[in-house]
């Protein structure tokens, strides 16, 4: 069973702050996701990076994929207290597995005023 | 287009008591899942269906069956509920060939 440790568990910031969430495991994914949940809804996706090593960006949001695929971050720059919420990270074995997720634990982010 | 939708929203059941948790898709995905989720334990997958007809288990499916009749539905299927199956259940969709997954609104359970 793959197994993706996500931390840390809680985080809470005040505006203007930057963070970073990581998500770590000893298997290699084909390809690892980010979402944001919202209290009371599913879900959603903010980005997939496939490729070791790969670098995207959402306006503040940074998320990289480790060269070796096993483990990915999630930076956040300059926190509003709009980005409160919980983050999950999710890996894409691939192969026969392809489409099930594994999902890390989840970090609670809370952005204060 | 709706996405992904559940229902009901809420459910209290008794231990024992069977249900089935709705689950319908409009965007014509070949792929669907059903995932619980329980605090600090993300996501876990229960089980999956990669089209009309095909089903498998997933990470957690013990207590719960499936079946896809048709490519937009996806009913669970609790036959005999217990606590430990107190959570909140989504479930999601996926075109083939893509990365993009989503998710219904969810459906809180509570096993008395």
């Known amino acids: 069973t793959q197994l993706l440790e996500q931390s840390p568990q809680f985080l809470s910031i005040q505006e203007g702050e930057n963070l970073t969430v990581y998500c770590n495991s000893s298997?290699?994914?084909?390809?690892l996701q980010w979402y944001r949940q919202e209290p009371g809804e599913g879900p959603v996706l903010l980005v997939t990076?496939?490729?070791?090593?790969e670098v995207k960006k959402l306006k503040r949001l940074t998320f990289q994929f480790g060269d070796a695929r096993k483990d990915s971050s999630l930076h956040i720059t300059a926190a509003q207290t709009g980005d409160t919420g919980l983050y999950l990270c999710?890996?894409?074995?691939?192969?026969?597995?392809?489409?099930?997720?594994?999902f890390g634990q989840g970090t609670i982010l809370t952005v204060h005023p | 287009n709706a996405g992904v939708t559940q229902t009901p929203k809420f459910q209290v059941l008794k231990t024992g008591q069977s249900m089935t948790l709705q689950c319908a898709q409009d965007?014509?995905?070949?792929?669907m899942s059903w995932y619980r989720q329980d605090p600090g334990m993300g996501l876990r997958l229960i089980h999956y269906?990669?089209?009309?007809?095909?089903?498998d288990q997933g990470e957690v499916p013990n207590g719960y069956n499936v079946s896809r009749s048709t490519t937009e539905d996806f009913p669970l299927r609790l036959l005999s509920a217990a606590p430990s199956q107190t959570s909140v259940y989504f479930c999601?969709?996926?075109?083939?060939?893509?990365?993009?997954?989503?998710f219904g609104p969810g459906t809180r359970l509570l096993v008395l």
């Open positions: 999601a969709s996926r075109r083939q060939g893509t990365e993009t997954q989503y």
């Open positions: 965007m014509n995905h070949e792929y």
């Open positions: 269906s990669v089209g009309a007809g095909i089903t």
């Open positions: 999710a890996g894409n074995a691939g192969g026969t597995s392809y489409g099930k997720l594994t």
């Open positions: 298997s290699v994914f084909s390809s």
């Open positions: 990076v496939v490729t070791g090593g």
